[in-house]
């Protein structure tokens, strides 16, 4: 374990020392480096500018690592070093408190321009980030206040609907005294007609920061905002399997739609429901947007796992800060919310054999083998709806909603789940041996269910994952996904997963900032060495690059 700590220690003195702005002297971080020549990630614009990013929406796992390196080592330098990074940004912010950070807007260090992908426009995003606002709001709580009702400033395009916008502009002036007293509407109509699209992935972000800012400061205005909005995602939920939803509207038709499929608008919203103008004619009513829980472009942010994988965690985790236990608890409400979604989807959509999700509309009918009958938003003409393996981090979604909530209902999911991962019977609990490959979030669900039951089982097993894991992404001084990895994302979550087991073994694992998501990316076009311009997402496409794939193309 000491090794462990050791190379930790090691790798965050490395990112201090040689992964700071070098150009300005300001306390800024590249996103990452090439394991190799230590050169930063670097993102070749369109018009051939290279730019090195640095994105702090793709940092906050580095934050909450140098938090927990700082508290376990009893040196404040790193957690200092993060902080740095918050207050410049906060110093920099726009005249409505806005950072540049996000999907598609980062600081190029080279210049310290603020840059983009610009097929994007350099809009405000973000997507289940879930920042590290805790640090944030220590850092700087006046600069935290203004920042997260600037976010629902510029998101929420129309309070009394609650139309919002996953692209928010910056520089939208507000009063920051009255933003969260205007008057709510009860009762709105579920699946109502309205501009925009109200995508549960940024929902999920407003939800928590407006939760986060009750939690550390104590508004009960944010939080009665932030129990309106999740409202409007259960309502829509299908009436009779409870299932979905991936958003509370049905897009405004302004138009007819283009009749020819290679018009570049073709598949955008603004004709009507997608889902209903590509499926309706044979699945009927229940095929809406909202209540679509397939999905089929594998670099998608959308699809069921991103409500039952990333939303479902950030919720648990943050119903667990605002309390769920006592009279006044209030965190109850969002946990049973969102236990009863999980409980849904688990009984229709979790197929324990096989460990794989079935496609299907929120009526929970599998439509497993089913054709898409025409070209659309969803997909090309005869392509066939599969089943898909279910991702770990929908694992560790149920596995915290579980030690939070002690759902029966999920239990024979969690212990099929956790059997098709490798992480043995969980029902009898013996033996924790592991037959599989390691993930961060593997162990953190490991460490979750200890923490719960205070058995040695699942701290055996966690011993286990975390030996392997750091066999696994641990190279050269810094952590890659596996040895073949090119470049290090310094967000990634292995360092944290690791101080996180430590922090255990220890008896401090309170010291240790909370995981909550996978963190960010830029997604834009990119201008590949061809002359190719490409839309990619970094995570995907920078990151994942292996040697061997350099070696192929050689």
């Not at 201090?16 to 993102?43: E, I, M, S």
């Amino acid at each position: 374990m000491q090794v462990v700590l050791d190379y930790l220690t090691q790798y965050a003195e490395t990112i201090l020392r040689d992964y700071r702005d070098p150009y300005h002297g300001t306390p800024l971080f590249f996103d990452g480096c090439d394991l190799h020549n230590k050169q930063a990630v670097a993102w070749k614009n369109t018009d051939g500018r290279i730019w090195q990013p640095s994105n702090i929406a793709s940092q906050q796992n580095l934050f909450r690592f140098f938090v927990g390196l700082s508290n376990i080592t009893q040196d404040p330098k790193y957690k200092q070093a993060a902080q740095h990074a918050i207050q410049w940004h906060f110093d920099h912010a726009d005249s409505s408190g806005l950072i540049r950070w996000g999907g598609h807007s980062f600081i190029d260090l080279k210049t310290l321009d603020s840059v983009g992908p610009e097929n994007k426009n350099m809009v405000h995003e973000l997507k289940h980030h879930c920042p590290f606002y805790e640090l944030m709001y220590e850092t700087d709580p006046t600069a935290t206040r203004k920042l997260i009702k600037a976010i629902w400033n510029t998101h929420v395009t129309d309070w009394q609907q609650m139309a919002m916008s996953r692209h928010g502009q910056y520089g939208l002036e507000f009063d920051e005294l009255s933003v969260w007293d205007k008057p709510k509407q009860a009762n709105l109509s579920p699946l109502r007609e309205m501009k925009g699209l109200s995508f549960v992935n940024i929902g999920n972000d407003l939800v928590f920061s407006a939760g986060m800012l009750y939690a550390m400061d104590g508004d009960e205005k944010a939080l009665s905002w932030a129990e309106h909005l999740m409202n409007q995602y259960v309502n829509c939920r299908h009436p009779d399997t409870q299932l979905g939803c991936y958003q509370y509207n049905q897009p405004l038709k302004t138009g007819d739609a283009p009749i020819d499929e290679h018009h570049p608008q073709y598949t955008f919203s603004f004709w009507g429901d997608r889902a209903q103008r590509q499926f309706g004619p044979e699945y009927g009513d229940v095929a809406k947007e909202a209540w679509v829980l397939f999905k089929v472009d594998e670099d998608a942010l959308n699809g069921p796992e991103g409500i039952y994988g990333d939303c479902a965690l950030a919720q648990t985790l943050l119903a667990r800060d605002l309390g769920t236990k006592g009279v006044d608890a209030k965190g109850k409400q969002l946990l049973d919310w969102t236990t009863q979604g999980l409980e849904a989807w688990a009984k229709y959509a979790y197929d324990h054999q096989t460990n794989e999700i079935k496609p299907m509309f929120a009526d929970g009918k599998d439509l497993t083998g089913h054709k898409i009958p025409r070209f659309g938003y969803y997909g090309q003409k005869s392509q066939e709806l599969i089943r898909r393996p279910l991702p770990v981090h929908v694992f560790l979604a149920y596995v915290t909603n579980w030690c939070e909530s002690q759902s029966e209902a999920l239990w024979p999911s969690i212990c099929a789940m956790a059997q098709h991962f490798g992480l043995g019977n969980w029902q009898t609990r013996q033996d924790a041996k592991l037959d599989g490959q390691s993930d961060p979030l593997l162990l953190f669900a490991s460490l979750e269910m200890y923490r719960t039951t205070q058995q040695a089982f699942f701290l055996a097993l966690a011993d286990q994952l975390a030996n392997k894991l750091f066999e696994q992404t641990a190279h050269q001084g810094l952590f890659t996904p596996s040895s073949e990895h090119i470049y290090c994302r310094f967000d990634d979550v292995p360092p944290l997963a690791l101080l996180t087991w430590i922090a255990h073994k220890n008896g401090t694992y309170n010291q240790i900032p909370v995981y909550r998501s996978r963190g960010g990316y830029i997604h834009g076009d990119i201008l590949l060495d061809n002359g190719e311009v490409k839309n990619i997402m970094d995570v995907k496409f920078i990151y994942s690059k292996k040697t061997i794939d350099d070696q192929k193309k050689g």
